[in-house]
């Protein structure tokens, strides 16, 4: 049996609650239906969940809930599904590709191997080789892995109210990635706030060029097409991106 974070409205102390029969629904990575929690102002009074199918379900089909972000690419979701004591194989866990939005692919290892880019030939194996789908090169998974750990790393090192750092490990990374790697996505999910407090503080209007607003929509884009195909429904992220996508 599961329990759920639930956030207060107040959003700093969040409680974890037990909900005797939502708490039976099993994990999927990209979920069927989503939670609504609603409690009182301070959470000390009575919670309660709803569930909400977030696509067409059709009847007898499993309903399914995430147990943890869905931001995150194949092999670091499955790694920490192992938690709950299971290994995933969902239906986005299966394909390579995600649904086509590339969040584990690397660039081909291979030096004059200038467009292709590296996937799991079997995202449900850990241990699989890593296949180039231009020039048919191999890697090994470890090699994969030592570098996306090594960029996480770099990453969580930056000055987190640093914008220019970010968008600079952004230029840096985005050589060694698919455009959609999650890396690269949780960078961008850092840096979209970042741009909206400064255009906010920005009374005079000097400090924001043409250049800034179209790279802050360029990543707003690039993050709501994988909420698209992966966080399907009306979810809470997909309504924050939108939100900063519209409001220049
Ligand atoms: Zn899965
Ligand atoms: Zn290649």
């Given at each position: ?90 239906d986005r866990c299966k394909d390579p590709t995600e649904f086509g939005t590339w969040q584990d692919a690397v660039r081909c290892f291979k030096n004059d191997c200038k467009k292709g880019f590296l996937l799991p030939e079997n995202p449900l194996d850990f ?45 840096r990374v985005e050589k060694k990635l698919h455009e959609n790697h999650y890396v690269l996505n949780a960078t961008r999910r850092w840096i979209l706030p970042l741009y909206c407090r400064m255009m906010a503080n920005n009374k005079a209007g000097n400090l ?41």
């Open positions: 049996m599961n329990c759920f974070e639930v956030s207060n409205r107040t959003g700093d102390n969040g409680v974890r609650g037990v909900f005797p029969v939502t708490s039976l629904l099993s994990h999927s990575c990209s979920p069927n239906v989503r939670m609504a929690f609603r409690n009182d102002a301070t959470c000390q009074g009575t919670c309660s969940n709803r569930c909400v199918a977030a696509v067409d379900v059709e009847e007898g089909q499993d309903l399914t809930v995430a147990y943890l972000h869905l931001h995150m690419g194949t092999k670091e979701r499955r790694e920490r599904l192992k938690d709950w004591f299971f290994l995933c194989a969902c241990g699989s080789l890593w296949k180039c789908g231009d020039c048919g090169e191999s890697s090994d998974s470890s090699l994969v892995k030592n570098l996306v750990e090594e960029l996480l790393e770099e990453k969580n090192t930056l000055d987190r109210s640093d914008l220019q750092s970010y968008l600079d490990f952004l230029d924001v060029t043409e250049d800034m607003l179209e790279k802050k929509l360029e990543m707003c884009r690039k993050y709501l097409y994988i909420l698209d195909r992966v966080e399907r429904g009306l979810t809470k992220n997909r309504g924050r991106e939108s939100n900063i996508y519209v409001n220049l």
